[in-house]
């Protein structure tokens, strides 16, 4: 089982940029998913989550409002559109599978996590 994360880069503060979780090994359709990331000398920390069929989303409340989650499970990816990129938002962005069908917050939540891909947003 491989969730495979893509798409992160080196950005200006104000752009956009979209997170791509592939999985493979297993449908992970039937579960609730999410996005976490980790700042050089920060704790991991909650970004966004969304339902086993995309039909409810939650995010922490500084990304709300330029953030998007979403997910095809017709193609078992998950999505994370960033938008209005700041500084504060640079991070090892991780996609991570629930253990049920509803992804919270909790890192103790999920058990299949991707490696990571790095975002820099430059100010």
């Known amino acids: 089982v491989q969730l495979q994360a893509s798409g992160g880069g080196l950005v200006q503060t104000g752009d956009s940029l979209r997170l791509s979780c592939a999985a493979s090994g297993r449908r992970f359709s039937n579960n609730g998913m999410g996005w976490f990331r980790q700042a050089p000398g920060e704790e991991r920390e909650f970004v966004a989550a969304i339902t086993w069929n995309g039909g409810r989303t939650n995010y922490a409340d500084s990304v709300k409002g330029r953030f998007t989650i979403s997910r095809d499970n017709s193609k078992n990816i998950l999505y994370l559109q960033m938008n209005s990129l700041k500084p504060e938002d640079t991070a090892v962005y991780y996609c991570?599978?629930?253990?049920?069908?509803?992804?919270?917050?909790?890192?103790?939540?999920?058990?299949?996590w991707g490696q990571g891909t790095l975002v820099t947003v430059s100010s």
């Open positions: 991570a599978a629930a253990r049920g069908a509803i992804a919270g917050s909790q890192s103790s939540s999920y058990n299949h």
